[in-house]
């Protein structure tokens, strides 16, 4: 399917299902190629997905009136990122966060349609990735974003922090 008109919107209580079943996509894209571990143990749940709805930092992407993507975007301080190892963020002013960015698989450029929307909204960005989530390193620095470090999420696993400035 083209792209045709893709469009963000705030994220509602009666798009669940479908980002749930985006979730579900997005964890059997990343087990098929070699990343079975990010996602895991129910991670991104409907509590942490009503959380994201409720305080207005849930979104999804819309394409020709069908839900192809979501994304979590919290404008503010991320707690996992007070720490960084092994480098430094570039700036230390108010930035958005992304999370949870995951794809339908029907349409490309969903990413990229993530971060053009993000960008509008502040002009400093932070998002991270595990380690064998290629797909999305590729994504986050072939828009330009500049590899910062290592941040540990809840639990202590690793991810490959990247920030950008417009």
């Known amino acids: 399917m083209s792209k045709g008109n893709m469009e963000i919107r705030k994220s509602t209580r009666e798009d669940i299902e479908q980002i749930m079943a985006i979730f579900t996509t997005a964890k059997e894209y990343m087990a098929a190629h070699g990343n079975k571990t990010q996602w895991g143990d129910g991670y991104p749940g409907e509590e942490i997905l009503k959380?994201?709805?409720?305080a207005g930092n849930s979104y999804v992407i819309v394409n020709n009136g069908m839900i192809v993507g979501t994304f979590s975007f919290i404008i503010g301080k991320e707690p996992t990122y007070q720490v960084?190892?092994?480098?430094?963020?570039?700036?230390?002013?108010?930035?958005?966060?992304?999370?949870?960015?995951?794809?339908s698989g029907i349409v490309k450029g969903i990413a990229r349609a993530c971060f053009e929307y993000c960008i509008k909204q502040i002009d400093y960005i932070r998002i991270d990735t595990h380690k064998d989530n290629i797909s999305m390193q590729t994504a986050i620095e072939r828009f330009g974003f500049h590899k910062c470090g290592n941040i540990y999420v809840k639990g202590g696993a690793?991810?490959?922090?990247?920030?950008?400035?417009?």
């Open 158 to 166: 690793e991810r490959i922090a990247y920030d950008y400035i417009s």
């Open 51 to 54: 959380t994201d709805i409720d």
């Open 84 to 103: 960084i190892k092994n480098g430094k963020w570039t700036d230390d002013r108010l930035y958005g966060t992304i999370h949870r960015l995951a794809s």
